[in-house]
């Protein structure tokens, strides 16, 4: 159990630091029903470990970090930190941001300061307490610069060292690194590990969400993986590679596979695919079409000739699970490709689309968009039976409104009129706000 | 992009920028409600107001008198009315803005008073408040000062409370959340956070009014209402006893003191305060171009002055020190879902002091008024728009260009914008009288050439927004233009105006909402013992007010008031939306 060559590799003492049972929260949709963004949630915290919620973007997971940083009161279920239930932000919990939301118009030093301010502590001692931590977090030097002088690197240091300052026992982290560059975000996440590793750190856990694999296979003990739509824990994964790790280990490189596979997986029971709802109110991506396409062409090319390993192809097209995962689900909808283990592969229709010229290829998404997107054939069999053949773009938006939020409902909307307008199915003026067919030929 | 330097970046525009207001077009309920009871209590303190008899003794005491020696006094007695003006503006903003952001019911209530008030011709208040502060001070000559004051306020408060109002709603949510994470107190979190957050735009509405402050305190110096004539020490007062001689001289004199009042005021003020505010901006990266003043930076090399800095803002922190430490609320983070009986309680409590309003009205309204009174005030309230219409368009035809000339050359731009914003600043009335001089000695027709005068002050609106969103335009957008050789009409059609649209929404409105408060002073204007009077509504409200007509004056005030709220809810507001929805560049 215990690999962790290091000074921290203290194993997970018995009695957990975070217990979370049974957590669901539900956002208001438009009609009166609510949205279900996060489904019996159990998890436990121990002490000395690092752990990773891993997921897409809209499967909850900051929803949960911010239920158990207090910020969030969560509509069923129990948090506690400690062994006392949450109720509010707390003593215990420090949370770094993704925009790292420091206040422009405070300094480095300020900046640190303000929980120790909001906590009441007199002005010697914070000054002292604050720059322990500026210096821990290697901005010595930058105490009088303002936010707007640092790179987002020295930021979101700073952001650490604000949330370091107050002593929590748990460190919460929602993905602190996605707003970076990647060299910036690998010198930070090292640092930190090393910090870690070294038990430098006034903290006893790390809680951090993130939506990149390679990410949590790096850094975390443990990583909890979440399905979207409604969020749920669809596995737990120990990581037992020792720190230093390695990315281009094969067991590491084996791990990210798996997970990908993972989380490629198509729900047990879903017919309709990976995405929410089903019929005319599934929830689409706004993928623009040439997009979809250039992602065809880059699977059908060398080296992979219609099929190809995700995170290769991540690494390849320098795409993020939330990029990637969205394209490739969204050619399975249209039967372009297909998604297995962790692996894209062109269908028939796929291939012949990409050798194509332009009219062909849109004649050909014509015929999978009516096909198998639901919205898009119920539109056009709208305007069809119409006699005018129009119809305004508001009657399908209420239709969505039934089944999600009006947000989602004008993503979905936009996607279907942008795929709609590319295949030259049926033509939409935004100015009137109306669907037709008359498409200027 | 230069934006601080710019009005238009940054300030809501007057009666546009509400971030409710802006949604709806239609009165709803709460603004009708507020709409009576607003002239429910003008009503009211009318009817007060009308027994009173003011009395005269301080006013022979220190009568105003035309010595240049006595000009730095009065210069500076105008200024200190203007900066007791603008204190009690930001008290106000700091506790009805945050109340309307804070809670919803105080909101429903404030934010169309906002509205409704911002509307109101300030002038038209004079009469009034004059009377009743008179009263409130009968001994002394501080009632006077503070009716000079109030109309000051009143001409100042409103759209700094909007922008503050809207400064709250629109905290970025994740520092919103990393305050609520660190537990700052509310009281921490309103200086820490939300004071600087809000502190640009509030700057800049401050600033604004202020610069439209000049107009009213000169206004509002010498005044008539009824028996009672009040001449505070002041450059107004100055200027009247001028006219009342026909001095040329003195008015010169005037001009060119108020000419030095303002630009010390720009230097010295204006233009520091701006620079400083730069580092509250809410933007994570640094400007290129950021606004500068000599002041500032002598300031800030200045040895004493850091020390002063420094004290300055160890006394900021007590600020926030003083009030102790609240108790981390556990369960301030759900939006607390109001209770059904509280509100019901809240419309009925609006509800009784509308019926209270609607009373007074019908009862100050009936004794004297009929409705060939009401007929009449309409009537010549038309007279004024046409020619609050006739003027803009035609300061627009002049203006336009000459901006978009001036702002696509930034070499000329950098010069000309600080001259823009002083002409706004400048109170036009002080140059009322050298146009009256001309009118009377030419035998022009009064209806038609004392009209220009509503728009004297403010045209440099329409100009410096202009100048501003031409600097803003994109070069490369610019450059297609040219490759493609757009012909002149072309290019002014499909290119320069809809990218300058916003920006001169934005002028025009402040520039007509301007033009309609001036017409009361500018459609009545005397030199002497000679008196030109232009038929219109702003004439009709003067006159009233100097024959101590109390009714007819809140007529009037109210007629202008429906007709300032009616163009913008029909025409600007929904132009300036078409302008940001179509045409905002970025």
Redesign the interface.
């Known amino acids: 159990m215990d690999t962790n060559l290091n000074a921290r590799s203290l194993s997970p003492t018995s009695s957990p630091l975070v217990v979370v049972d049974g957590v669901r929260q539900r956002y208001p949709k438009g009609s009166g029903e609510s949205l279900l963004v996060l489904d019996g949630i159990s998890l436990k915290l121990g002490t000395n470990e690092i752990v990773s919620l891993l997921g897409r973007s809209g499967c909850g997971k900051s929803s949960l970090l911010r239920i158990i940083a207090g910020l969030l009161p969560a509509s069923e279920g129990k948090v506690s930190i400690a062994g006392r239930p949450v109720a509010g932000p707390a003593n215990d919990v420090a949370m770094v941001f993704q925009t790292f939301a420091l206040f422009p118009w405070l300094t480095v030093q300020e900046n640190v300061e303000i929980g120790l301010e909001a906590q009441g502590i007199a002005p010697a001692e914070r000054h002292r307490r604050a720059l322990a931590a500026i210096d821990l977090i290697g901005l010595d030097g930058y105490e009088s610069a303002y936010p707007k002088e640092l790179s987002g690197g020295m930021r979101q240091r700073v952001g650490l060292a604000r949330a370091l300052v107050v002593h929590p026992k748990l460190l919460l982290m929602d993905e602190p690194f996605s707003a970076l560059d990647v060299l910036t975000a690998e010198t930070l996440r090292t640092d930190l590990l090393d910090l870690w590793g070294e038990g430098r750190m006034p903290i006893s856990s790390i809680l951090l969400v993130t939506h990149n694999i390679e990410e949590a296979v790096l850094m975390s003990d443990r990583i909890l993986v979440f399905s979207s739509n409604p969020g749920r824990l669809v596995a737990e994964i120990p990581v037992t590679l020792p720190q230093p790790r390695n990315r281009l280990d094969p067991t590491f490189r084996q791990l990210v596979d798996d997970i990908y596979a993972l989380m490629t997986a198509r729900p047990a029971g879903k017919t309709s695919g990976a995405f929410a709802g089903s019929g005319i109110s599934m929830l689409l991506p706004h993928l623009s079409p040439n997009l979809l396409a250039g992602f065809l062409e880059a699977v059908a090319g060398e080296p992979y000739r219609g099929r190809a390993d995700l995170p290769a192809l991540a690494g390849t097209l320098q795409m993020e699970i939330d990029d990637l995962f969205p394209i490739a689900e969204t050619l399975q909808l249209l039967r372009l490709a297909e998604l297995a283990e962790g692996d894209i592969r062109l269908t028939e229709a796929g291939r012949r689309f990409v050798d194509l010229d332009s009219d062909d290829r849109k004649r050909l998404f014509a015929q999978h968009l009516l096909a198998y997107v639901p919205l898009a054939g119920h539109i056009k069999r709208v305007l069809d039976e119409r006699g005018a053949h129009r119809a305004p773009a508001s009657r399908f938006r209420d239709e969505l409104e039934d089944h999600m939020s009006e947000q989602f409902a004008d993503q979905t909307l936009q996607a279907v009129t942008s795929w709609g307008r590319y295949a030259e199915a049926f033509a939409y003026d935004e100015a009137t706000g109306v669907f037709s067919l008359d498409n200027p030929v | 992009m230069a934006k601080r330097n710019e009005p238009a970046g940054i300030p809501a525009p007057l009666g546009v920028a509400s971030a409710a207001g802006a949604a709806r077009l239609w009165p709803n309920f709460y603004d009708i409600a507020i709409f009576v009871l607003i002239a429910g209590v003008f009503a009211a303190v009318a009817h007060g107001a009308r027994g009173m008899v003011a009395p005269a003794a301080w006013l022979a005491s220190d009568p105003v008198t035309l010595d240049p020696a006595n000009l730095p006094d009065y210069a500076l007695r105008t200024t200190l009315r203007m900066f007791a003006a603008i204190a009690a503006s930001l008290l106000f903003t700091f506790v009805v803005a945050t109340l309307a952001a804070k809670s919803r019911r105080a909101e429903l209530v404030i934010l169309p008073a906002l509205d409704i008030l911002q509307s109101v011709p300030v002038l038209g208040f004079l009469t009034f408040t004059v009377v009743f502060f008179v009263g409130l001070f009968p001994q002394s000559q501080l009632g006077a000062e503070c009716a000079a004051i109030f109309a000051i306020f009143t001409s100042q408060a409103w759209n700094m409370a909007f922008s503050f109002y809207q400064s709250l709603r629109t905290v970025?949510p994740?520092?919103d959340?990393?305050?609520?994470?660190?537990?700052?107190?509310p009281w921490?979190r309103f200086w820490?956070?939300e004071v600087?957050?809000a502190?640009p735009g509030l700057i800049w509405n401050t600033m604004m009014s202020m610069s439209g402050g000049w107009f009213f305190v000169v206004a509002s110096e010498a005044i008539t209402v009824g028996d009672t004539t009040i001449k505070l020490p002041g450059i107004g007062s100055w200027l009247a006893l001028a006219i009342a001689e026909r001095n040329v001289p003195a008015v010169l004199m005037a001009v060119a003191t108020m000419g030095a009042v303002i630009l010390a005021y720009d230097q010295l003020l204006f233009r520091p305060i701006v620079a400083w505010a730069d580092?509250?901006?809410?933007?994570?990266?640094?400007a290129q171009q950021r606004p500068r003043s000599w002041v500032y930076n002598l300031w800030r090399r200045g040895r004493l002055t850091q020390r002063l800095t420094m004290l300055a803002s160890s006394l900021y922190a007590r600020l926030y020190a003083v009030v102790p430490?609240r108790a981390?609320?556990?369960?301030?983070?759900?939006p607390v879902s109001a209770g059904r009986a509280a509100d019901m309680v809240w419309l009925a409590v609006v509800l009784v002091l509308v019926g209270w309003a609607l009373w007074r009205i019908t009862l100050f309204v009936d004794q004297t008024l009929s409705f060939h009174d009401v007929a009449e005030a309409i009537g010549l309230g038309f007279l004024t728009l046409l020619r609050v219409a006739v003027l803009i368009a035609l300061a627009s035809l002049v203006w336009v260009p000459i901006g978009v000339w001036i702002g696509l050359r930034p070499a000329i731009a950098t010069r000309v914008q600080p001259v823009a914003q002083f002409l706004a600043a400048f109170p036009a009335n002080v140059l009322f009288p050298i146009a009256v001089v001309a009118i009377v000695s030419w035998k022009l027709d009064p209806d038609i050439w004392l009209s220009p005068l509503m728009v004297l002050g403010t045209q440099w609106y329409i100009l410096f927004n202009v100048i501003a969103g031409a600097s803003a335009f994109p070069t490369d957008m610019r450059e297609v233009a040219t490759l493609f050789r757009l012909r002149s009409w072309q290019w002014w059609r499909k290119v320069i105006i809809p990218g300058i649209l916003p920006y001169y929404v934005t002028g025009a409105l402040t520039a007509s909402g301007g033009s309609w408060n001036a017409s009361i002073v500018a459609e009545v204007a005397s030199w002497g013992d000679t008196r030109l009077e232009a038929a219109g509504l702003g004439a009709y409200i003067a006159q009233a007010t100097e024959a101590g007509d109390f009714p007819r004056v809140v007529l009037g005030i109210a007629v202008m008031s429906i007709m300032v709220v009616a163009c913008n809810r029909l025409i600007w507001r929904p132009l300036y939306r078409l302008a940001e929805k179509r045409f905002r560049l970025n």
Do not use: C, G, I, N
Not at chain 2, 177 to 185: D, I, P, T
Not at chain 2, 279 to 286: L, P, V, Y
């Open positions: 970025p994740d520092l959340e990393a305050s609520r994470h660190f537990r700052l107190s921490l820490r956070l600087p957050f502190a580092k509250f901006r809410f933007e994570q990266t640094a430490r981390p609320t556990p369960q301030s983070v759900a």
